[in-house]
C-alpha cells in the first residue's frame, strides 16, 4: 500500500515538474519571440516611416512598402498611425489610399469584430483615424455605428470620434444626442470634434435637446455648447436663463454672450443680477461684461454693495470691461465706505487700466 502511495505522489510530482518546465519554455519562447519582433521594429521602423513620407509627397515607391508590409503588417500600421494629427487633406487621403491597397483596412475591420476588446481598441482607433476617407468608411460599413453602444468605453470613443469626423449631418446628430448621456470624460474628448458641426447641429439638434424635459440632458447639451466658445444660432434663451434648475441657470448665462439675443433675453439676464444665488448672480455679471451692455451698469453698481465677494467681483470686472462709463463708476465706488466694495472696484479697475496699456 505503502510503494503504491508513494508512486502517486512520485507521479505527480513528476508531472508537475513537466508542467513547470513546459511554462517556462513558453515564456522563454515568448520573450525570444518578442525580443526579435523588437529588433525587426528597429530595423523596419525608419524605413517604413521614410517610404510613407515619399508616398505622402507623391514620389514613394508603394512596391517597397509593399515588401515591407510582408516583413511585418504590425509595423506599417504602427508606422501609419504614428501619422495621426500630423497629416491632412490630400496627405491623409494617399495613406488611407495606401492602407487600402495593402488591406490593412480590412485587417482591422476584421480584429474590430474580436470578442476580447484589448483586441478590438487598437482596430478602432485605426479605423477612426482612416475613416474619414471615405473609400475607408464604404470597408468598415456599419461597423462604426455598431461601435456607438459597444461595452468598453475606450472603442466607443474611437468610433464616436470617427463619426465625428467624417459622418454625414444625420450621423453626427445621432453621435450627439448619444454624447449628452455619457460620461463628463467623453464629453469633453468629443467637444473638439463636433465643434466643426455647430452651426449644423444648432439647427435642429440641439434645439430638440434644450426643449427636452430632461433636465439633466438640457445640462448636457448647455455645457457643450458652452465649452465650443462659438458663435451658435440658439434662440430664445431666456427661458433656459430663468430655468427652476439653478445649473441650468448658470450654463444658460454663460452661452448667452455667444448667441443672438433679444431686449426679452437681455431683461433675464438682468434680473439674474439680483438672483439669491451667488453662483447664478456672478453668472449674469459676467455674462453682462461680455457683452459690454453699459444699460446694465446701475444693476452691477447694486450687486457691488453685496456682501458676497464673488458677486462683487464679478460686477467689478463686467464694468472694467464697458469704459468709459464702467471706468466711471468703478472710480465713484473705489471711495466706497465699505471695504469690499471699494476693494472689488480698485483692483479690477486697475486690472483693466493695466490691459490698455499692454495693448
Known amino acids: 500500500m505503502m510503494s503504491l502511495e508513494l508512486t502517486v505522489v512520485a507521479a505527480l510530482l513528476g508531472g508537475f515538474a513537466v508542467w513547470n518546465c513546459g511554462m517556462f519554455a513558453i515564456i522563454v519562447l515568448r520573450a525570444l519571440k518578442r525580443r526579435s519582433e523588437i529588433r525587426l521594429s528597429a530595423e523596419l521602423q525608419p ?73 478590438r481598441r487598437p482596430a478602432f482607433a485605426r479605423l477612426a483615424f482612416v475613416c474619414a476617407y471615405e473609400p475607408c468608411r464604404r470597408l468598415a460599413g456599419d461597423l462604426l455605428m455598431g461601435a456607438l453602444n459597444d461595452a468598453d468605453p475606450e472603442v466607443r470613443f474611437c468610433a464616436w470620434r470617427s463619426l465625428a469626423q467624417a459622418g454625414s449631418i444625420t450621423e453626427i446628430e445621432r453621435l450627439f444626442g448619444a454624447a449628452l448621456s455619457q460620461p463628463l470624460l467623453i464629453r469633453i474628448l468629443l467637444t473638439e470634434e463636433l465643434r466643426r458641426c455647430a452651426v449644423q447641429l444648432c439647427e435642429r439638434a440641439v434645439i430638440l435637446e434644450l426643449q427636452s424635459r430632461d433636465n439633466q440632458r438640457v445640462l448636457a447639451c448647455l455645457e457643450m455648447l458652452v465649452a465650443w466658445e462659438r458663435a451658435v444660432p440658439v434662440p430664445d434663451v431666456r427661458f433656459l436663463i430663468e430655468s427652476g434648475d439653478r445649473r441650468i441657470r448658470i450654463q444658460a448665462l454663460r452661452l448667452s454672450p455667444l448667441v443672438p439675443l433679444e431686449s426679452a433675453d437681455l431683461n433675464s439676464i438682468i434680473r439674474m443680477l439680483m438672483n439669491e444665488d451667488a453662483e447664478t448672480a456672478a453668472a449674469a455679471a459676467a ?52 471695504p469690499l466694495t471699494a476693494g472689488a472696484a480698485e483692483e479690477a479697475l486697475e486690472r483693466a487700466q493695466r490691459r490698455a496699456r499692454v495693448i
Open 47 to 119: 524605413q517604413i516611416r521614410e517610404e510613407l513620407v515619399a508616398c505622402l509627397s507623391g514620389s514613394g515607391d508603394r512596391a517597397k512598402l509593399k515588401e515591407l508590409c510582408h516583413r511585418s503588417r504590425r509595423d506599417v500600421a504602427d508606422a501609419m498611425m504614428s501619422f495621426n494629427g500630423t497629416v491632412a487633406g490630400g496627405a491623409l487621403d494617399r495613406l488611407c489610399e495606401i492602407a487600402i491597397e495593402l488591406a490593412l483596412v480590412q485587417d482591422w475591420c476584421v480584429e474590430a469584430r474580436a470578442k476580447d476588446p484589448i483586441h
Open 287 to 338: 455674462a453682462v461684461g461680455r457683452l459690454r451692455y453699459a444699460e446694465a451698469l446701475p444693476e452691477l453698481a447694486r450687486c457691488m454693495r453685496s456682501k458676497v465677494p464673488a458677486v462683487a467681483r464679478a460686477a467689478a470686472e463686467a464694468m472694467a470691461h464697458m469704459p468709459p462709463k464702467g471706468w466711471a463708476t468703478l472710480e465713484e465706488l473705489s471711495a466706497s465706505p465699505d
